[in-house]
T-cell receptor, first 118, second 114 residues
Framework: AQKVTQAQTEISVVEKEDVTLDCVYE???????LFWYKQPPSGELVFLIR??????QNEISGRYSWNFQKSTSSFNFTITASQVVDSAVYFC???????????????FGSGTKLNVKP | DAGITQSPRHKVTETGTPVTLRCHQT?????MYWYRQDPGHGLRLIHY???????DKGEVSDGYSVSRSKTEDFLLTLESATSSQTSVYFC?????????????FGEGSRLTVL
């Protein structure tokens, strides 16, 4: 079973539109982390945010905001007033604590490709 | 920037040949990972390491082996490359302590198997 599901394969918006990228996860752990990574066309993976399972406060960073809801196992990412530079593939990820010390196993969703058109 | 370098960055090889990808880190982190990225699949874990000579399989380990003889180096080997192993391979490291739970990625190695 998929531990992280990003149902939106590709989204296209026009610049200045708001867009929400969905992420649904599955875990039995009580302590876990959720992440969003950005992969621009250049190919590198850029860390955007980390959330631990005990902190359900939403977070805003500039035009980016994240909505974490344990009740629905979702960690959605909203970009407000999108820009062309936001065009990228965005990955949601789940980290569970493994059995060896602080080792974490990471699971990634299949990614959502965001196209922002001028 | 986390000190992670992957080599080679690009490689074209033929089916049946052995291939080794190298990941080198300067951070002295204990945990290292190899992922492959394919369209529609996101990033899938191939192997990981939690210390020198301590490695384990991920979800797509068939056809791959790894070795970690030094903290700083994590090698991924394809003993006999197949076309299905054409992919972009990412190495990642994970620091312990307060930053536990965050991955830092290398720049990726694009492998084409003809």
């Amino acid at each position: 079973a998929q531990k992280v599901t990003q149902a939106q394969t590709e989204i296209s918006v026009v610049e200045k539109e708001d867009v929400t990228l969905d992420c649904v996860y599955e875990t039995r752990d009580t302590t876990y982390y959720l992440f969003w990574y950005k992969q621009p066309p250049s190919g590198e993976l850029v860390f955007l945010i980390r959330r631990n399972s005990f902190d359900e406060q939403n977070e805003i960073s500039g035009r980016y905001s994240w909505n974490f809801q344990k009740s629905t196992s979702s960690f959605n990412f909203t970009i407000t007033a999108s820009q062309v530079v936001d065009s990228a593939v965005y990955f949601c990820a789940l980290s569970e604590t493994g059995q060896v010390g602080n080792f974490n196993k990471f699971y990634f969703g299949s990614g959502t490709k965001l196209n922002v058109k001028p | 920037d986390a000190g992670i370098t992957q080599s080679p960055r690009h490689k074209v090889t033929e089916t049946g040949t052995p291939v080794t990808l190298r990941c080198h880190q300067t951070e002295n982190h204990r945990y290292m990972y190899w992922y492959r990225q394919d369209p529609g699949h996101g990033l899938r874990l191939i192997h990981y390491s939690y210390g020198v000579k301590d490695t384990d399989k991920g979800e797509v380990s068939d056809g791959y082996s790894v070795s970690r003889s030094k903290t700083e180096d994590f090698l991924l080997t394809l003993e006999s490359a197949t076309s299905s192993q054409t992919s972009v391979y990412f190495c990642a490291i994970s620091p312990p302590g307060n930053l536990a739970g965050e991955l830092f990625f290398g720049e990726g190695s694009r492998l084409t198997v003809l």
